[in-house]
């Protein structure tokens, strides 16, 4: 089971880039890499994800190393809106589907005006 | 769309009473989840449907807690009795695929407190 570790918490301010960097070391051949967003009192809402290189969507980028033991999410110009608990969680696809989706402890973020 | 919904959104309990949740999947949608987070937590996988079939269930405490998924749309979960330790948020999410690493749209989540 590949296993997350990411920063407990950040700080940032407004019109900063941030970025959050996730170390999985344990990653199998066939695991992507996904990143969630979770506010207080909601669920947690998919971001971004990726399997090797970089994405880029409208909310972030996905930097990820030709080894794939870790990746970083990329938030450009973060506003106070961004305040939120981040986790990054591997995972794959196939026909299987019997590995579980471990999410971490997250990063919490905090963005000062 | 609509999104996931659960209800109730809020549950206090003495321990060792029962207690449901009750999951709406975004439309379509074949597999849902629920998820235990316990504050300060990550959400951890409860069980997983792929209509409704269980897809795994290896992390569900089989001693108290129980899911089904009815024709393949609406779920329920239940836990009985329930202990001090299942105080937590219960999320319920779903997604088009199978595959756990794709988008899941999560719903608001039920918080419990057992007392």
């Known amino acids: 089971l590949a296993k997350t570790t990411q920063p407990i918490s950040m700080d940032s301010y407004e019109g900063q880039e941030v970025n959050i960097t996730c170390s999985h070391n344990?990653?199998?051949?066939?695991?992507?890499i996904t990143w969630y967003q979770q506010f207080p009192s909601q669920g947690p809402r998919f971001i971004i994800q990726?399997?090797?290189t970089k994405v880029t969507n409208e909310v972030a980028s996905l930097f990820i190393p030709a080894d794939r033991k870790s990746s970083t999410l990329s938030l450009p110009r973060v506003s106070l809106s961004d305040t939120a608990v981040y986790y990054c969680?591997?995972?794959?696809?196939?026909?299987?589907?019997?590995?579980?989706?471990?999410f971490g402890s997250g990063t919490r973020l905090q963005v000062q005006p | 769309e609509a999104g996931v919904a659960q209800s109730p959104r809020y549950k206090i309990i003495e321990k060792r009473q029962s207690v449901a949740f009750w999951c709406n999947p975004i439309?379509?949608?074949?597999?849902l989840y629920w998820y235990q987070q316990i504050l300060g937590q990550g959400p951890k996988l409860l069980i997983q449907?792929?209509?409704?079939?269980?897809?795994?269930d290896s992390q569900l405490p089989k001693d108290r807690f129980s899911a089904e998924r009815l024709k393949g749309v609406d779920s329920t979960l239940k836990i009985q009795p329930a202990k001090l330790e299942d105080s937590a948020v219960y999320l319920c999410?779903?997604?088009?695929?199978?595959?756990?690493?794709?988008?899941?749209?999560f719903g608001p989540g039920t918080r419990l407190t057992v007392t």
């Open positions: 999410a779903s997604s088009l695929t199978r595959d756990r690493g794709r988008e899941n749209y």
């Open positions: 344990n990653i199998a051949t066939n695991d992507y």
């Open positions: 990726g399997y090797k």
């Open positions: 969680l591997v995972g794959h696809g196939g026909d299987t589907g019997r590995r579980a989706l471990t």
């Open positions: 439309s379509g949608h074949a597999t």
């Open positions: 449907f792929q209509n409704n079939g269980v897809v795994d």
